[in-house]
């Protein structure tokens, strides 16, 4: 059974960082696609970065190029989202998610299945 358990969120400063974890069970971790998605209040749920197991990587979100940096671990079967350089408007939920075929994408429709989310919120 395909399960992602999202931690790593809170509150944090404006400039400051997070690191979001994400542990998948359930799935071939070495063959799997796994993205991580931003709900910002207000918003849809939008793509912001993800690895293929042979550990490419596709960024989404313009507005988060060089603060947000993906990376996985096969042998804790976890992915990272290193965040730097928080602001205000990066408070939201972020997901990690599992993408269909082993294939990167920054769409919703493409999602084999989600984690429950990890609040980060940015506030001074």
């Known amino acids: 059974q395909l399960r992602l358990v999202e931690s790593g969120g809170g509150l944090v400063q404006p400039g400051g960082s997070l690191r979001l974890s994400c542990a998948v069970s359930?799935?071939?971790?070495?063959?799997?696609?796994i993205a991580w998605f931003q709900q910002v209040p207000g918003k849809q749920r939008e793509g912001v970065s993800c690895?293929?197991?042979?550990?490419?990587?596709?960024n989404y979100a313009a507005s988060l190029k060089g603060r947000f940096a993906i990376s996985r671990d096969g042998a804790k079967n976890t992915v990272y989202l290193q965040l730097n350089n928080l602001k205000l408007e990066d408070t939201g939920i972020y997901y990690c998610a599992v993408m269909r075929f082993g294939h990167c994408s920054g769409v919703t429709f493409d999602v084999a299945g989600w984690g429950q989310g990890t609040q980060v919120t940015v506030a001074s």
């Open positions: 690895s293929t197991g042979s550990g490419e990587v596709t």
């Open positions: 359930g799935v071939t971790f070495h063959y799997a696609a």
